[in-house]
Nanobody
Framework: QVQLVEAGGGLVQAGDSLRLSCAAS????????MGWFRQAPGKEREFVAA????????YYADSVKGRFTISRDNAKNTVYLQMNSLKPEDTAVYYC?????????????????WGQGTQVTVSS
């Protein structure tokens, strides 16, 4: 079982930056691929970014490529999402997710564990 706790959300203005973090329980964190997803009101949960268990491979949604960076610190059991040049359309609840395998995926159905989410609001 893996427990995930997100932090770092908040209210910012367009163009600002935020860094989200997700702390994971468990002794085998490096074997878990991690992903960030987001869900805006009235919309489905969508993929944002993912990283392999080793951290050597990353994958981004086109909408955030070049603005967001996913990273992980396996010694701290933590994954991060650095969000720069934020836009109002980035407003959503952001969720951290973990897979039992080290291979990342953009499909939310491939993830086995989910955090409770953290709200990010970007004002124009």
């Amino acid at each position: 079982q893996v427990q995930l706790v997100e932090a770092g959300g908040g209210l910012v203005q367009a163009g600002d930056s935020l860094r989200l973090s997700c702390a994971a329980s468990g002794r085998t964190f490096s074997s878990n691929a991690m992903g960030w997803f987001r869900q805006a009101p009235g919309k489905e949960r969508e993929f944002v970014a993912a990283i392999s268990g080793s951290g050597g491979s990353t994958y981004y949604a086109d909408s955030v490529k070049g603005r967001f960076t996913i990273s992980r610190d396996n010694a701290k059991n933590t994954v991060y999402l650095q969000m720069n040049s934020l836009k109002p359309e980035d407003t959503a609840v952001y969720y951290c997710a973990a897979r039992r395998t080290g291979w990342y995926s953009y499909d939310r159905r491939a993830y086995d564990y989910w955090g409770q989410g953290t709200q990010v609001t970007v004002s124009s």
